[in-house]
């Protein structure tokens, strides 16, 4: 769908560039012709959807749903995500309170099919949020650190004014994926902390966010200034990240050219 947004810079310049070009280039995705089919689609078709099975048997209406939330990976586990629409989101043994990843647990919620109401308005927050994730992702085809920080950005954001603790919190950054990455990449992280039990990963997360960012409060993260100072000790890392391993790699292949 669409092709890759190009910056032409890497790295933390790169980022300052998107920064800035972000409303515009999301203005360019919405209205690409095949980013309105589906989301006109969605409109037109998910009053019709009034059970958790007739979403999960519309391609179509399943797509947008699941890329909303990022979940578009899952959309081959028809009947996975039907159980997920259907739990009932306000009891804590249910399958989507038990899963680590929350996104599951806000796609059921928006939708409504359990015990809750579906969210107001769910055909535009929906396709608003499929805008904004392929967005990103047609930044993540030029560079993947990109989307990664922008997908951040946006959970961090949504996070503002929570009233779970922060060790609630933390544990929801470690059961994300794209935005564990994040955090592991701005904390110097290696491959081998998530090998760790759990609970000595929050450990580590926690200290590592006191002498990073100052704070292991979600209060102050998600606040613009610190958020900021994440994502740039993430981009600089990566870039100094990716930097070493072509230097190793130039250099290998000069001694390979020169046997």
Do not use: C, H
């Not at 904004?132 to 996070?159: C, I, W």
């Amino acid at each position: 769908m669409g092709g890759a947004i190009t910056i032409g810079l890497g790295g933390l310049a790169g980022w300052k560039v998107l920064q800035r070009t972000e409303a515009r280039q999301l203005q360019v995705v919405a209205q690409d012709p095949v980013v309105i089919r589906s989301t006109t689609y969605f409109k037109d078709n998910i009053a019709k959807a009034a059970k958790a099975e007739e979403l999960v048997k519309d391609y179509r209406l399943l797509n947008t749903a699941l890329s909303a939330f990022g979940l578009e990976g899952d959309i081959a586990n028809k009947a996975f995500i039907q159980k997920v629409l259907e739990s009932d989101t306000s009891d804590k043994s249910s399958l989507v309170n038990r899963l680590a990843d929350k996104r599951y647990l806000k796609l059921a919620e928006a939708f409504g099919f359990g015990s809750t109401a579906p969210a107001a308005d769910l055909a535009e927050t929906v396709s608003q949020a499929f805008v904004q994730r392929e967005y990103e992702k047609r930044v993540g085809e030029s560079d993947e650190n990109m989307r990664l920080a922008l997908n951040a950005t946006r959970e961090l954001k949504a996070m503002q004014g929570r009233s779970s603790s922060d060790k609630t919190l933390w544990y929801e950054v470690i059961g994300n994926q794209p935005l564990k990455k994040v955090f592991e990449g701005a904390f110097g992280f290696g491959a081998s902390y998530g090998n760790l039990p759990v609970e000595r990963q929050l450990e580590e997360f926690m200290d590592a966010a006191e002498r990073v960012l100052g704070s292991s409060s979600f209060k102050d993260i998600t606040t613009p200034e610190v958020t900021d100072r994440l994502m740039v000790s993430f981009m600089a890392r990566s870039q100094l990240t990716e930097s070493v391993a072509q230097n190793r790699y130039s250099a290998a292949l000069t001694l390979l050219t020169g046997l």
